[in-house]
């Protein structure tokens, strides 16, 4: 059994936490609040290590001074708790949705839309590999047909009925593949703590 | 039929024990399972293969915090034990803020995994020699941006305050051009938002490790080959352990493997759990 305090703690979390499968208790509750508390005093120490001193501290004890300007339009976050300056924070705002737009726009449209279009299209290349083009063709369907289920503008009547319910089989198909890679994901985390209580701390688990 | 209405109303919590059971025992009696790589898998241990070391190094990027920690940190091991075996120079950073820790506790291991086992000083793994911790920048897309152009630019300083630029391997490392690849380690979309500003903008390679709950996302990004590979979930985990276990003879702690027993006896148990609700369903719904 370790010695550690610190992995004490930790396991007495962990089986806190646990203890909500059993149901809602006090024990339970404590560990959420701490949690929470925990990881969010963790932020701002971190960000005050890693952002602040580096990028705004110490440049300005080197005589940096245009590091005040991002500093100022940084502070005018805090004018939301000021009603009659209120609209100060519009600042702030307008300059990080400008960049982020800026920058994105672009760069999401050609990731995104234009690559994933370019990845749909077949074309006779594909078919040097069989499986390959059946893949091709597969996608092919499979995106045409799910994109005419989300076809609202029209009734699913005639021919837009059977392609849509043929949507609706990928749609399932996908959802099933998601919600198997779920339930490993969750398993995975109850290994990851199963490890720790067993493992690190009771030292059950070579 | 009462045995069937039974089955319908089984206490939740029974269930959770048994699938807490199947995960438990496992662990405590462990038993090998074959391990078949899956082909993202194996396609981004090839990228790391055909990286030559003299010429350029990889970014891992541990964009994960301890919710997601049992997934992802064997793959970040994984990633740095193939990294060093290799002698290839590793940049690391993190876009979480709760990651830094976890990063360095990483690092921490795997190089006195290697440490342990060196005779000489060119055997050793080095700090600033043979990898780098860029730690956490703010506004992490300025950052990635930057990074295309000067990566001392975008970290000025290092994690534990050295000025980047000073470091030994950063002399050979100055940009995206001397980035083989990018493995983006995350359980969320942060490796989309790497191929969206690095790979689209920059041509570098981006691969992913995700959480089993992400992965079905990025299909779509290594179908079109903007995204190089992904290890997904801890079965993921398991098969980069057992690749670079295999090719490069390394002992040392492999959780994802150790794992895997579990994963398969649970997903048994839940199954047969699904199977017995429906037959119980089928056959109290034919009663009325």
């Known amino acids: ?206 | 039929m009462k045995f069937w209405e039974y089955l319908l109303r089984i206490d939740r919590r029974i269930v959770f024990l048994l699938v807490g059971l199947s995960v438990l025992i496992p662990l405590l009696f462990p038993f090998r399972i074959k391990t078949n790589v899956m082909p993202y898998t194996q396609k981004l241990f090839d990228v790391i293969e055909t990286i030559d070391p003299e010429n350029q190094g990889i970014l891992i990027s541990a964009d994960y915090d301890p919710q997601t920690m049992p997934e992802l940190h064997p793959m970040f091991i994984a990633l740095l034990r193939h990294a060093f075996a290799r002698r290839i120079p590793v940049l690391v950073m993190t876009s979480y803020i709760q990651g830094p820790g976890l990063a360095q506790q990483g690092l921490n291991q795997v190089t006195e995994e290697f440490n342990a086992r060196a005779q000489t000083n060119q055997d050793s793994i080095l700090y600033g020699r043979d990898y780098v911790f860029l730690g956490y920048p703010p506004l992490w897309l300025a950052a990635v941006l930057r990074m295309g152009s000067d990566i001392s630019q975008a970290f000025p300083a290092d994690y534990y305050k050295n000025r980047t630029a000073s470091l030994e391997m950063m002399k050979k490392i100055k940009n995206y051009n001397d980035i083989g690849v990018i493995i983006s380690i995350a359980g969320s979309a942060i490796p989309q938002s790497w191929v969206i500003y690095a790979n689209t903008r920059f041509g570098v390679r981006v691969g992913s490790g995700a959480t089993a709950v992400t992965a079905p996302d990025f299909y779509p990004f290594l179908q079109t080959g903007q995204m190089c590979g992904m290890i997904a979930g801890l079965k993921g985990a398991s098969e980069y352990e057992y690749l670079v276990s295999t090719k490069y003879n390394l002992t040392g702690a492999t959780p994802a493997t150790r794992g895997m027993g579990s994963q398969s006896i649970a997903h048994l148990m839940i199954l047969l759990l699904v199977i017995i609700g429906n037959i119980g369903y089928f056959a109290t719904r034919r009663k009325k």
């Open chain 1, 1 to 206: 059994m370790n010695q550690d305090p610190w992995i004490w703690i930790g396991a007495f979390l962990t089986i806190g936490i646990l203890s909500f499968l059993y149901k809602e208790n006090p024990f339970y509750r404590f560990c959420e609040h701490l949690f929470v508390g925990v990881a969010n005093g963790y932020a701002i120490a971190v960000t005050y290590h890693l952002v602040l001193t580096p990028r705004l501290i110490l440049p300005l004890q080197g005589g940096n001074y245009w590091v005040l300007i991002p500093m100022v339009i940084g502070l005018l976050y805090f004018f939301r708790f000021v009603p009659r300056l209120s609209w100060l924070v519009r600042i702030p705002i307008a300059v990080a949705l400008g960049f982020s737009s800026g920058v994105s726009i672009p760069a999401i449209i050609q990731a995104d839309v234009i690559k994933q279009i370019q990845g749909t299209v077949i074309y006779p290349h594909l078919f040097s590999n069989w499986q390959q083009g059946l893949w091709a063709v597969l996608i092919f369907i499979g995106v045409l047909s799910t994109i005419f289920f989300f076809f609202f503008s029209r009734e699913h009547k005639g021919v837009l009925k059977p392609i849509s319910y043929l949507g609706i089989i990928f749609i399932m198909v996908g959802f099933g593949a998601s919600f198997g890679y779920t339930v490993m994901a969750r398993l995975s985390l109850l290994i990851g703590r199963l490890q720790f209580l067993f493992g690190t701390w009771l030292g059950l688990i070579k």
